[in-house]
């Protein structure tokens, strides 16, 4: 009886756990989708019944043409590559500035009054006004594209890291301090941690400025590039080909949006507790 | 003898928008080499407010703390603290919890040293479990381990086993005891259990409240292992409760 | 004079282009890398960027081109006045037909001087509002007369379609586009009323340096030119795969472009009227003789 | 004796507190002037020496001459006070669309997963590409450069308040629920109180990204606003106005920064605890 | 008697990464209307996660909790819990936190309700501080307060006086003992303390751990108010301690 009854629980147990990721399989999909396929069957018939103009929004079915078109000329992969490269080398650039900064003036009030102010300041200032003087200092390369992209990137970055810097548990720092951490272990083993989930919300909105970036960044002489792909189009009114533009950059932004978010539960299996709502 | 701890006048008050809290008024004591001290008192009335100013977490308006005759600002190397609520740290399993203070040991060596810890705790099965999962006596027992892991010369503990039973209560007293005697460590245990701190010390302070102040300080002659139904241990047991609380 | 020593020469010649909206000459040097191989022989290499607004001049002030092939000649007079160092070597293209004032079908518009009292989009500070200004002029209205509402030329298509202005002052190939759509027609083109015209410019220590090299460009853009002419059909095929329009739409839009080099003095007279006009209606703030301002600006000393 | 000790200490206690307060006021803008007026001397020092183009960065000096004429003249006060009636209309509806969706999605895992691809698509999508679909739906008025603003501010807010609420401490929530709290007092009594400083990084995120989307708003249709006088200038290459469209929106965004912030801690009094280390 | 709470048959178990904890294993008890449960066993028995089950803020595997015949799915009006750790809101006053659960009441009523239960939990000298001004022992009453403040039916309480010294404590039993014959209320106490749970309740659980299980009840047949040195009292613990812990 007693053995029968504990294979019971275990199957009972697997069953629940299949259960929730099943979830987070399929039904996730496809609650995800059901919204935005309801949006484009309406688009699509809209369309057909040419209650919208086909100059401002094309069908979506020939806007699938012109995606495949262009997928079978090879030139939406190498846009999509281009730009994706300048992204990542932002992308990193920024989070490598931006969180150092970010611990050191979350943890260092002093810090925080030198620099503050500078850094409240440009925070605010338009990507544009940038342009030139990143072409007077960098170039036309990729080095002043690539600059636009920091620029977009940082301060999400940035202000997340500090708020989760702050608003670590100080009694958890008083652990630390007690066990006679250096300044460094300090950071690596009790504030990072701590600001870790915060710290991923100012990435992934970093990263989202930085898909959002890319038209402006290839504004500065750019043959090549999602974002150069949009502006040419908008200047040869091809509606199509714009919907394209937005497509791609939504789905990979969605889908390295998604990466991102995955990596976060993978570092961070405590939080968890989180959903479960457990004691300590 | 020597006095390894020096407590030298201690003036604290807290002060807020709705008012000042006198927390400790003029407290002064030594604490001799390898001595077991504890500190007793009504809820409010500074004991733990003491034990982090000894820690060097709290600074005093007045006074100071000396270790070994220095001068001590802020936390040192020689002293481990066991705070009240066991502030694991949630991204940490029991066993790395535990290990949190250990430096210079190899891979091995932390190894060996958790499982004889995590066992004089109970949580020998627990090695994986994040601290979520924990009951509230198991975290108080993995902040415990954590704290004697790290090897001070003072171990400050602030109400330890006030979440345990009373079994497992008893058994982590003895333990603490041999590890007191079997390395000759400064002990301060704050409790508000005159019983507890009866069984386990050398002394006793005794504090009562607003403003904290050390009312009574008891030599406790006994010898280890104690007895609690001694008739001399009731007798000192009731003096206390009655002249003293 | 065969000793005479070897002129210096740049490593690289940093040149930036645009092909849009069909910039024939410079599509077919790309495409059958004409400069690489001329320049290559004498061991420079050159280096192209697409740019666009004001980004060209930037990058002109900046030194990181030395040519500009196609900049408009609004932003060339502009910069020049604000202190860029540049000069005009030759003209690289006249497009007015390829520039036009739309109006909605609905909008009751027939002429410029029913203008009086709509909204007309436009991209302030370009050609387009020189136009605007001079049409006005010509029928004797001011831009007091009209609602000038400012915005990037796709997006004043835009409004001129949905009919949230009432008339606009549209480029090729977005012009062509709108009036495809049945939604607005052509009122009149810029032909005539303003210069419409792009640039061949490059930085005027960058000439004085190598004026030979410069020589040698323009040459070899001629040598260009007379192939596409030559190939003409294979050009047009060439531009059409470029800009990913059908080649329908390239033939329609390519007579309206006239590629030939050279700035002659008509043009130049033109110039300087578009420079005191762009004083007149504050887009140049400083008060340079604008006389002096174009004699400095285009230099036909280059020219083949 | 003791009454005099007393008084010892409570003089004491008022000057520490006095000295934090001075530290607050001058010593603060002091330490935050200090790197700024530094770049400005240097810059100064360069530009009379010639070493910099005043084609790109124009002397302070002169950029100051520029700067009164426009004030004088009135011109300033317009382009900011006209931005600024976008920006706030941009930021309030921002967020009075994104707290409370935030909150939703940060509460009900269910209601995440329908949302979340469709937002994170979206939240990648280049302002640009928006235009002329604003265009097209809210015409060429203030609506479609208003929502320019708003699709700037949207994001921060909405992912800074799902996190607040997500790492909102079980515990707490557990405490609500077992006093049978309502949905809607669980959300005013324990969501957002203490998802409020996250909150508020996210409407600081957000109010940068309205200041930064001023350009890109007033692409539209615009003949006055900060934005438009940076697009003009940069169009006509007059450095000097373009620097005095971004101190102006620097400036007033710093302030704007700063408002926000001490809001924040106005409400949220038990925050320095965060800075005492306490316990609980 | 009308059984008010009835606990039928009620399996736990917690699976992790690492294993799986079988916290509960048929666990079937009642409580009459006003009566005084309590319970107790050694740290990491399930003492909390039953009474969390109770709560309603934890779903058993198996069984279900009836409250006054009706099955009750989630937590109640008619329930209210004092946790293990305070769970104060670091953004109330003390007198807001242990308003929390106060509903439908006027200002006044709220305002002479909390001028009562704060002196009842000695702090009426506290009413403006913020949780994080407050020591270990306040928190804890604070947080006893709001659970009372509450008037729920059946009262939850989780080792709500470990952190309180004997004195505290003492006087904190007594209010509970009286609150309790006054209201006719239902009580469940969760606790470490044999001495306690024998002092103050009229049934005592006594749990023993891996799995969970209820190992014996004890009635506890001493007329109110009680006396610990009574020999039958003595005898009683001693019998508890001795044969079932
Ligand atoms: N950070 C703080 N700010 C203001 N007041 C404080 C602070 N910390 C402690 N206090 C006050 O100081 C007094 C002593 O607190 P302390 O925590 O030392 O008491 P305790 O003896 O440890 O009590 P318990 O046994 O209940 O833990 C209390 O009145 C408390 O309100
Ligand atoms: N959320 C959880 N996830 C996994 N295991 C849990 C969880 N909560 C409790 N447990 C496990 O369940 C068992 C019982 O825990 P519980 O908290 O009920 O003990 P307890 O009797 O209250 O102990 P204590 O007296 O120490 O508070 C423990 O072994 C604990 O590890
Ligand atoms: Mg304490
Ligand atoms: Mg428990």
Not at chain 1, 254 to 260: F, N, P, R
Not at chain 2, 100 to 116: H, P, T
Not at chain 3, 262 to 283: E, P, R, T, V
Request: glycine share 6%; charged share 20%.
């Amino acid at each position: 009886m007693k053995g029968l009854k504990q294979i019971m629980t275990s199957i009972k147990s697997q069953t629940l756990k299949r259960n929730i990721s099943d979830i987070s399989l399929s039904g996730k999909i496809i609650r995800g989708l059901t919204f935005p396929i309801i949006v484009i069957a309406i688009w699509e018939v809209a369309a057909r019944q040419a209650i919208i103009d086909p100059y401002f929004l094309p069908s979506p079915s020939s806007i699938s043409y012109t995606y495949i078109d262009m997928l079978s000329s090879g030139l939406l992969q190498t846009h999509l590559l281009t730009s994706l490269q300048r992204l990542i080398y932002g992308f990193f650039i920024a989070a490598t500035i931006a969180i150092p900064i970010g611990i050191l003036v979350g943890k260092t009030r002093t810090f925080r009054h030198w620099v503050n102010p500078t850094l409240s300041f440009l925070q605010q200032i338009p990507p544009i006004a940038w342009i030139p003087i990143f072409i007077l200092w960098l170039g036309i390369d990729e080095a002043s594209k690539v600059a636009v992209i920091v620029y977009a990137a940082f301060f999400p970055i940035f202000l997340n890291t500090v708020q989760g810097v702050i608003s670590v548990d100080p009694k958890l720092i008083e652990v630390g301090r007690s066990f006679m951490l250096t300044p460094g272990e300090m950071i690596r083993r009790v504030y990072i941690p701590s600001a870790a989930m915060t710290i991923f919300v100012g990435l992934r909105l970093g990263l989202s400025n930085c898909w959002r970036a890319l038209v402006g960044a290839e504004l500065i002489a750019a043959s090549s590039g999602l974002g150069s792909l949009i502006m040419d189009a908008r200047n040869f009114s091809q509606a199509d080909r714009i919907f394209v533009g937005i497509f791609t950059i939504g789905v990979a932004g969605l889908l390295i949006d998604y990466l991102l978010r995955r990596i976060e539960s993978k570092l961070m299996p405590w939080k968890k507790m989180y959903q479960a709502g457990g004691q300590s | 003898m020597k006095s390894i701890l020096a407590v030298k006048n201690i003036n604290k008050t807290f002060y807020s928008d709705w008012g000042e809290v006198e927390a400790l008024r003029s407290i002064s004591f030594a604490c001799s080499k390898g001595e077991f001290i504890s500190i007793v008192g009504p809820s409010g009335c500074g004991k733990t407010t003491l034990l982090r100013i000894i820690a060097g977490l709290e600074n005093p308006n007045e006074g100071e703390i000396s270790i070994e005759g220095n001068h001590a600002k802020g936390p040192g190397n020689d002293r481990a603290v066991v705070f009240q609520d066991p502030r694991l740290f949630p991204w940490l399993t029991v066993e790395k919890n535990a290990a949190f203070g250990i430096q210079n040991l190899s891979k091995e060596e932390v190894k060996s040293k958790l499982d004889s810890i995590l066992k004089l705790v109970g949580l020998e099965n627990f090695r994986k479990a994040f601290p979520y999962e924990l009951s509230g006596g198991m975290a108080q027992r993995v902040a415990i381990a954590r704290a004697v892991a790290f090897k001070p010369k003072v171990l400050l503990m602030d109400e330890p086993f006030s979440a345990l039973d009373a079994q497992t209560r008893a058994r982590m007293q003895l333990e603490l005891v041999n590890l007191w005697q079997k390395t000759g460590k400064n002990i301060i245990l704050v409790t508000h259990d005159i019983n507890e701190a009866l069984l386990l010390s050398q002394k006793v302070l005794i504090m009562s409240s607003s403003p904290g102040t050390i009312k009574e300080t008891v030599e406790v002659p006994f010898s280890y292992p104690r007895d609690v139904d001694t008739t001399e241990f009731l007798r000192l047991k009731k003096h206390i409760t009655s002249n003293v609380f | 004079s065969a000793e005479v020593p070897e002129p210096e020469k740049p490593k690289v010649i940093n040149i930036s282009y645009s092909l849009r909206p069909i910039n024939v000459p410079t599509i077919v040097a790309l495409q059958k890398k004409i400069f690489e191989e001329e320049f290559a022989k004498a061991g420079i290499e050159i280096k192209w960027y697409e740019l666009e607004g004001p980004a060209t001049t930037e990058a002109l002030a900046a030194k990181s081109i030395d040519i500009a092939t196609s900049l408009n000649y609004v932003s060339a007079i502009i910069t020049k006045a604000n202190g860029n160092d540049i000069k005009i070597i030759s003209s690289y293209s006249k497009f007015p037909e390829a520039i036009g004032l739309l109006a909605g079908v609905d909008s009751g518009i027939s002429s410029v001087s029913d203008l009086k009292g709509k909204k007309v989009a436009l991209q302030k500070g370009t050609m387009l509002h020189e136009m605007l200004i001079r049409a006005l002029e010509n029928s004797n209205l001011s831009t007091d007369d009209v609602e000038v509402i400012n915005m990037p030329s796709p997006d004043a298509a835009n409004a001129l379609l949905q009919q949230h202005v009432d008339a606009a002052i549209l480029p090729d190939p977005i012009m062509a586009n709108v009036i495809s759509s049945q939604k607005a027609k052509l009122i009149i083109t810029a032909e005539d009323i303003i210069l419409g015209q792009a640039v061949v410019a490059a930085r005027t220590e960058f000439l004085t340096n190598y004026p030979e090299i410069v020589k040698r460009f323009l040459e070899v853009h001629n040598q260009t030119l007379d192939w596409a002419e030559n190939n003409m059909d294979e050009s047009l095929k060439m531009a059409s795969n470029v800009n990913e329009i059908n080649i329908k739409a390239v033939k329609m839009l390519s007579p309206k472009f006239d590629f030939s080099l050279g700035i002659d003095n008509d043009n130049i007279a033109m110039l300087k009227q578009s420079a005191s006009f762009l004083q007149d209606n504050d887009f140049i703030k400083v008060d340079a003789n604008t006389e002096t301002l174009i004699d400095n600006l285009v230099d036909t000393s280059f020219l083949p």
